[in-house]
């Protein structure tokens, strides 16, 4: 990777200096983490003995804070050593990190470090450009379809075990980054977590990932690697659990997400606690100190290696914000310092807290407060924080990141604003209502409550037209109703309300195609990709409307697309199989049928679940005869998707062929049940009759 220009570069004989320390690097970031929720912080709610037999080791920071309440830019702080207002990703879904800056992996890398990274879900997968450095990046966590809420996520024992094994083969030096997902919303313990902490499920995972790093820490006691490993451990930011009006976070700056744990251990070290404010910039430098290797000139942070030998740091400002809201509707910016025990948030209705008296942040002293010295001082660390080539330091990224990102609430459409003048009724503060329903809506859908949800968004969306995350919520929530008339013009009404709303462009788009409508389609998803092009779920979308168009052509080269974006995509694999499935009816080249095998087990080799995958297997299988290996399929396809019609129906036609007709009756009986009302009048006369020949 390139480092950026306004550094040295490093040289080999740097690669020397790792004969300074023998240490190795463990980074652990637990998502959406809560320090008391850790018993070493606090024994009010659970028992995390494994963490805290970490803190045992070394030292407990009681006051380290985020810069920021989302999990993207909190590990880019991390990892680059600097605030977003210098490395330039301020949320989730509207920057990737560039080439030009040097993370920590590409850092130590230089220094002789062999380096992988396990990461839990989609916030950081490899397209945000954290993989820079890392000799692994590994972040196979599946997919699943853009429109639901839920995400893909994989447990912290699957990451841990991964990282275990990367362990094995690894010789000194070595930095190993995990990420563990599991305390992030919606909150859902694996057994017997859940029922320990039934009513408290957030609780429950935290739990579940203490005893999944416990597996860990026992790997590294047994093959003393705690002896030669500078462990640190923190949390992206926090959960807010209803704080300040607040359900889950990334969207307000109080201490309830900005607060995080962080515990540093490394040998020889007397375990303590410090309780200076500290912040995630401040790690990079750390660990330079600790390993003894020179810290980078652009550092925003400052080393705590002091700290952790006793002594007082010098006093300073760290800079905090939220700016999702901003950059996903246009909402007023929220930024802010904690100084000491002050802590001011500016906003159109500011806000000034006395961190030592009020750490809830229950009594806003701004009110009483002359604000002007605040406001200078903050402008003034803006300034000194921000990078000088603002031309690098926003990059618009793509849509795949809004389809997973949905369910959690960061969606953000990448649109450059213009907005610079904010009033109180801008203010997150008042907002917030917004907020809420939509998390009410989201709640409503994971409890199947279509129509709590849909009037919810409607509320919304009578008040606040700008609200594009609503239209797309309820396109979904009427399409999960067999709705599709209804969700593709609550898009086009959203369209019309936000037109340079990438949100609302590419999620018609791929309703459009689902509705059947594939000249608009293709309309409005080349919309969308002449403002972003290096979308995979948009080409992927397009392709399909070029193939129910049979232009086989465009759609190949759309699925092309996707694979220059993203080569382990299972979708695409599955509609390559089907276009060469498609191709080879025509054509009845042996090449043809070839590739549609080959791209289906693809598909099925990178998500072992993908019912269509196995159907379409099946039926190339029966295109040359091999009617076993084809029934196989099929009933693998409906054995993960119970109502999948096709390949019912498919099983009926083969074992009626075998002259089983017990089976073929059951097979057509159950396609009869999901598919029967959607059929033509012709198509429904032919299923009574094959259903005749098999009683």
């Not at 359900?247 to 070290?269: D, E, K, Q, R």
């Not at 000194?384 to 960061?410: M, N, P, V, W």
Request: hydrophobic share 35%.
């Amino acid at each position: 990777m390139a480092l950026m220009v306004v550094l040295p570069l490093f040289s080999e004989n740097n690669s020397k200096n790792i004969n300074r320390t023998k240490y190795n690097f463990l980074l652990i970031t637990i998502d959406t983490l809560r320090p008391d929720r850790l018993s070493c912080y606090s024994s009010e709610h659970l028992r995390t003995p494994r963490i805290d037999g970490l803190a045992g080791r070394g030292i407990v920071f009681t006051r380290a804070f985020a810069h920021t309440p989302s999990t993207l830019p909190s590990h880019a702080n991390i990892l680059l050593g600097t605030t977003p207002l210098y490395h330039g990703v301020h949320d989730n879904s509207n920057f990737i990190v560039r080439e030009e800056f040097l993370t920590l992996a590409e850092y130590l890398k230089s220094f002789g470090y062999s380096t992988g990274a396990f990461v839990g879900a989609f916030p950081l997968d490899s397209r945000f450009g954290l993989t820079q450095g890392f000799d692994v990046y590994d972040d196979n966590y599946g997919y699943k379809d853009s429109q639901e809420f839920t995400y893909v996520e994989r447990k912290a024992e699957i990451v841990v075990e991964k990282s275990i094994n990367w362990l094995r083969t690894e010789r000194n030096p070595w930095f190993l980054w995990i990420h563990l997902f599991d305390p992030h919303q919606r909150y859902y313990p694996p057994q017997p977590f859940r029922h320990q902490y039934k009513g408290k499920l957030y609780d429950g995972e935290v739990a579940y990932v203490d005893f999944a790093l416990g597996k860990l820490f026992d790997y590294l006691e047994k093959n003393k690697l705690f002896d030669d490993t500078l462990v640190v451990f923190t949390g992206d930011h926090g959960e807010s659990l209803g704080e300040h009006g607040e359900p889950t976070h990334g969207y307000f700056a109080y201490n309830s997400t900005l607060w995080v744990p962080l515990i540093i251990s490394f040998p020889g070290m007397k375990p303590g606690k410090v309780d200076q404010g500290v912040g995630h910039a401040d790690i990079f430098p750390t660990v330079c100190d600790v390993l003894e290797i020179e810290k980078p000139p652009f550092l925003q942070g400052v080393s705590l290696l002091p700290a952790l030998r006793g002594k007082t740091l010098p006093r300073r400002v760290i800079y905090f914000e939220s700016l999702y809201p901003y950059y996903s509707r246009g909402w007023a910016p929220l930024r802010g310092f904690i100084e000491g025990s002050q802590k001011f948030i500016d906003s159109p209705i500011p806000e000034l807290y006395d961190l030592k008296k009020d750490f809830e942040e229950s009594e806003n002293l701004a009110p009483q407060e002359n604000l002007l010295k605040h406001q200078k001082k903050l402008e003034e660390l803006i300034k000194s924080l921000s990078f000088a080539d603002k031309s690098a330091k926003r990059k618009e990224i793509d849509q795949e990141t809004i389809r997973k990102l949905r369910s959690l609430g960061y969606v953000s459409s990448p649109q450059i604003l213009e907005k610079k003048s904010f009033s109180e009724n801008d203010d997150l503060k008042v907002l917030l209502p917004y907020r809420i329903k939509l998390m009410g809506a989201v709640k409503a859908y994971h409890r199947q409550n279509f129509e709590k949800g849909i009037s919810l968004l409607k509320e919304i969306l009578a008040e606040r037209k700008d609200f594009d995350l609503a239209y797309a919520y309820l396109a979904t929530l009427y399409k999960e109703q067999r709705k599709m008339k209804e969700a593709v013009e609550v898009l086009r009404q959203g369209l019309k309300n936000n037109p340079s709303s990438y949100k609302v462009i590419s999620t018609l788009g791929i309703m459009l195609v689902e509705a059947g409508h594939y000249d608009e389609a293709i309309e409005v998803l080349k919309k969308g990709l002449a403002s972003i092009d290096f979308d995979p779920e948009l080409w992927n979308y397009l392709g399909m409307a070029y193939w129910s168009k049979k232009n086989f052509k465009d759609a190949h080269d759309a699925y092309q697309k996707v694979l220059a974006l993203d080569k382990n995509y299972p979708f695409v694999f599955n509609n390559l199989g089907t276009l060469y499935l498609s191709q080879f009816l025509k054509s009845k080249k042996a090449s043809d049928i070839e590739k549609a095998i080959w791209n289906f087990k693809k598909a099925i080799e990178l998500d072992p679940d993908y019912a269509s995958a196995y159907n379409g297997l099946g039926s190339a299988y029966g295109q040359v005869g091999d009617i076993d290996a084809a029934i196989g399929c099929w009933e693998k396809a409906v054995e993960l998707k119970p109502d999948f019609a096709f390949p019912l129906y498919n099983l009926g036609l083969s074992y009626l062929a075998k002259k089983e007709k017990t089976k073929a009756l059951g097979f057509f009986h159950r396609y009869k049940k999901v598919k029967y009302r959607d059929l033509s009048a012709e198509e429904k006369q032919k299923l009574d009759v094959l259903i005749q020949k098999s009683q």
